[in-house]
């Protein structure tokens, strides 16, 4: 269980200001929080197989193309004919 300190040394570390009432506040709130995945705890997962996600989606990769940007030589060609308007 986090007490008031706990939560104002987390406070600090975050460079948050919190005032006394905010302490209380997050306190009660963190510790449902942590009650909660204590909770998840106790869920019994023999039977799950573990996975790191679900869509079955696989990393997609391609080589890399490289092209010439002619924007600089369309900027140039601008600046040095002064009769191309844009």
């Known amino acids: ?11 600090h570390l975050a460079r948050l200001q919190l ?3 905010e302490i209380e506040k997050f306190a009660m709130q963190l510790n ?3 009650e909660y995945a204590e909770k998840l705890k106790e ?7 573990p ?3 679900v869509t079955g989606l696989e990393n997609q990769n391609q080589a890399d193309q490289i092209d010439i940007c002619k ?3 369309i900027l140039l060609s601008k600046r040095l004919n002064p009769c191309i308007k844009t």
């Open 19 to 21: 005032t006394d009432l």
């Open 71 to 73: 924007t600089h030589l």
């Open 32 to 34: 449902g929080i942590l």
């Open 1 to 11: 269980m986090l007490t008031k300190d706990d939560v104002q040394k987390i406070a």
């Open 51 to 53: 996975i790191s996600q």
């Open 43 to 49: 869920v019994n997962t023999d039977h799950v197989e």
